[in-house]
T-cell receptor, first 115, second 115 residues
Framework: AQKITQTQPGMFVQEKEAVTLDCTYD???????LFWYKQPSSGEMIFLIY??????QNATEGRYSLNFQKARKSANLVISASQLGDSAMYFC????????????FGTGTSLTVIP | DSGVTQTPKHLITATGQRVTLRCSPR?????VYWYQQSLDQGLQFLIH???????AKGNILERFSAQQFPDLHSELNLSSLELGDSALYFC??????????????FGEGSRLTVL
């Protein structure tokens, strides 16, 4: 079974609108971490946001927030007030101690912001 | 700037050749991870080193090998290169705090082109 599933290969959003990128995960470990990374066309991988499995509140970092629904095993990334510079690939990832703290990445979602 | 340094940034070579990719992790990070990203693909985990010891292996070909040196820098050796080895190779480092927190910090990647 896939550890991380991103079902949206491509997404479009109008500039200044909000967009949600979906991510579901699979783990039996009660302790795990969830991460989102951005990869612009230039290629670098940029860390955006982290959510721990025991965190009571959804993580937020500026215009990024993580909609963490533990029972549904989902960790969706919400980008508010989209900007042209948000056009990029977005990867969801999980880290679980059960497998030696290894990282598991999804296949990514390509986001295009339309002016 | 993530603090992770990868060299070279670009490399063009011929089939059958051997190359070495170098990575210096962030100061204080003991873990180094290597990933391969082929064109329009997700991240494929290759190998993870912690303080000089191999911790986990992913889908790393037998033609590939890696090591982490006492000064914590790491090298990924790719030999008998094939056209399909053309990819962006990322090194990432992480603080190993004993739990699932601690994001990966990625280098800018080494783009390998095999002709």
């Amino acid at each position: 079974a896939q550890k991380i599933t991103q079902t949206q290969p491509g997404m479009f959003v109008q500039e200044k609108e909000a967009v949600t990128l979906d991510c579901t995960y699979d783990t039996s470990d009660p302790s795990y971490g969830l991460f989102w990374y951005k990869q612009p066309s230039s290629g670098e991988m940029i860390f955006l946001i982290y959510q721990g499995s025991y965190d009571q509140q959804n993580a937020t970092e500026g215009r990024y927030s993580l909609n963490f629904q533990k029972a549904r095993k989902s960790a969706n990334l919400v980008i508010s007030a989209s900007q042209l510079g948000d056009s990029a690939m977005y990867f969801c990832a999980m880290r679980e101690p059960y497998t030696g703290n290894q990282f598991y990445f999804g296949t990514g979602t390509s986001l295009t912001v339309i002016p | 700037d993530s603090g992770v340094t990868q060299t070279p940034k670009h490399l063009i070579t011929a089939t059958g050749q051997r190359v070495t990719l170098r990575c210096s992790p962030r100061s204080g990070d003991l873990s180094v991870y290597w990933y391969q990203q082929s064109l329009d693909q997700g991240l494929q985990f290759l190998i993870h080193y912690y303080n000089g010891e191999e911790r986990a292996k992913g889908n790393i070909l037998e033609r590939f090998s890696a090591q982490q040196f006492p000064d914590l820098h790491s090298e990924l050796n790719l030999s008998s290169l094939e056209l399909g080895d053309s990819a962006l190779y990322f090194c990432a480092s992480s603080v190993e705090a004993g739990g699932p927190s601690g994001e990966l910090f990625f280098g800018e990647g080494s783009r390998l082109t095999v002709l």
